[in-house]
């Protein structure tokens, strides 16, 4: 891997798993953008999810088609990016691991009662705690998917983002070592 090669992390989960919090984090302690997932939702999207009404599929396609449309951007102009994602289809996975740059996955994961109390405790989000089980439903856990480590969410915030570091910076060694 080339040290001037632009790189994405990717960190995935349900809402609430922390992945907002996570990729900020990760992004601030390797000094790469941060980007919001969630920001490239169309208002009728928002406006349907705090309705209590899961997205659909199809929903789904200009959403993630608008996010790599702007990673792609970022890596033409050779910024390396964190990016918050739900990443609950696997399509919507292999969509973004096909980006022109090294792509690295952390899907955060935990338990649906750990992380509704989580969505319960935070404050102006438009996605409601009533929807959480849809994202459960939705969910295809990765399995055996390249580049992709899965990270619980029990731990506190700070041992979350270490192990994820971890994975990063072993995954970057190991690159080293091949060239």
């Known amino acids: 891997m080339r040290e001037n090669q632009a790189h994405v992390v990717i960190v995935m989960g349900v809402s609430g798993s922390g992945k907002s919090s996570v990729a900020r ?22 406006q349907r999810m705090a309705s209590n009404k899961p997205l ?14 702007y ?3 970022q890596i033409s102009q050779g910024k390396k990016t964190v990016l918050s994602f739900s990443g609950l289809r696997k399509q919507h996975r292999q969509q973004l691991a096909q980006l022109p740059a090294s792509v690295k996955s952390l899907f955060l994961y935990g338990d649906i009662d750990t992380i509704e109390q989580r969505m319960k405790s ?5 996605m409601p705690p009533s ?6 439903e939705a969910m295809q856990v990765p399995d055996n998917e ?34």
């Open 25 to 46: 984090a990760i992004a601030q302690h390797l000094d790469y953008e941060f980007v919001e997932g969630d920001d490239f939702h169309s208002q009728e999207n928002k």
């Open 56 to 69: 659909t599929d199809e929903m789904r396609i200009p959403w993630v088609n608008d996010i790599c449309h």
């Open 71 to 73: 990673l792609k951007q």
């Open 122 to 126: 935070r404050k102006g989000h438009f």
């Open 131 to 136: 929807l959480l089980t849809s994202q459960f």
């Open 146 to 179: 390249a580049n992709t480590k899965l990270v619980s969410v029990d731990p506190s915030l700070q041992d979350v983002v270490a192990d994820c570091l971890s994975y990063l910076q072993n995954d970057k060694t190991k690159a080293a070592h091949n060239m």
